[in-house]
């Protein structure tokens, strides 16, 4: 049985001197995403909400239009790793063997052993307007995050991907050691749900790299916030998707660096709810 979090003993050294006890962590985990008996990718993941992940990660990866796309899927415990085998129509099976590539990547690495740049490179979906957002909303939504970061409280070792709809705030929240992990395992959560993408933020934990706007466009949220700064191209492929970037969000306020039109000044907190 693959848990997310063990507790291991450890010796703790500080100026009072050499202590012995116990520190919970996370797991990591090989998974293994598998299409038609065909190995697609092998990722290395904390092992939980692992059916959000097989169905986010073959959404933003554009192997299936919908979660109903795959006609069956099974978690195979292999001891050292998990399966998670699926099977599609032969339609979505055939444009899987077009593109079809293999990844065995560090923790969370999206891009790892890709086979073209083009791939890489691939230009994001392009997201429709929405709705705009206050700055307080924006505060409100980031603030909102750690108290239910279950994993993270227990271990400071995880990333998490949100998602904050007005009125009703984070409506799903997903963790894992994996930044590209988790956003896959919302994107997952989010699709079984039918929440409508179009009209919240996707909030994250870590910095913001190209393939996580990649992954936040094929998701459909207009607006991405996140606690660390993107990279540059990051940024150019925000501008090019219509997404609106925000990061650096801290206590004190935050930083626009896309479209900065959906986010006003006004000062609106909406409530927050956690349902999923």
């Known amino acids: 049985m693959h848990k997310p979090v063990r507790t291991v003993d450890r010796k703790v050294w500080r100026d009072s001197g050499l202590n012995e006890s116990a520190r919970a962590i996370p797991e990591e985990t090989a998974i293994a995403l598998t299409y038609n008996g065909g190995t697609y990718a092998v990722m290395m993941g904390t092992p939980q909400n692992l059916t959000d992940f097989a169905i986010g990660f073959s959404l933003s990866e ?7 796309d795959i006609q069956s899927l099974d978690i195979v415990d292999l001891g050292n790793g998990i399966e998670l085998r699926m099977w599609l129509a032969q339609a979505n099976a055939d444009r899987l063997s077009e593109r079809r590539r293999h990844i065995a990547g560090p923790t969370g690495c999206g891009i790892c052993g890709i086979d073209s740049i083009a791939e890489a490179l691939r230009p994001a979906s392009i997201v429709r307007r929405g709705r705009t957002f206050s700055s307080r909303d924006v505060m409100a939504a980031m603030h909102s995050i750690p108290p239910l970061q279950t994993i993270n409280t227990e271990t400071r070792a995880v990333h998490a991907a949100a998602f904050w709809l007005g009125g009703r705030g984070i409506v799903a929240l997903r963790e894992d050691v ?3 992990n988790a956003l896959d395992k919302l994107a997952g959560a989010l699709a079984q ?3 409508a993408t179009g009209e919240g933020m996707v909030l994250l934990t870590s910095r913001v790299s190209v393939e996580m706007i990649q992954k936040a466009a094929a998701i459909g949220s207009p607006v991405v916030v996140a606690v660390s700064a993107p990279t540059a191209l990051a940024v150019r492929m ?5 997404i609106t970037l925000a990061a650096v969000a801290r206590a004190d306020g935050f930083e626009i660096f896309t479209h900065p039109d959906r986010i006003t000044s006004s000062a609106t907190v909406q409530g927050e709810v956690h349902v999923a």
Request: charged fraction near 20%.
């Open 193 to 195: 749900a039918k929440v």
């Open 62 to 68: 554009g192997i299936v239009r919908t979660p109903g």
């Open 178 to 180: 994996g930044r590209h």
């Open 238 to 242: 925000a501008d090019s998707a219509g």
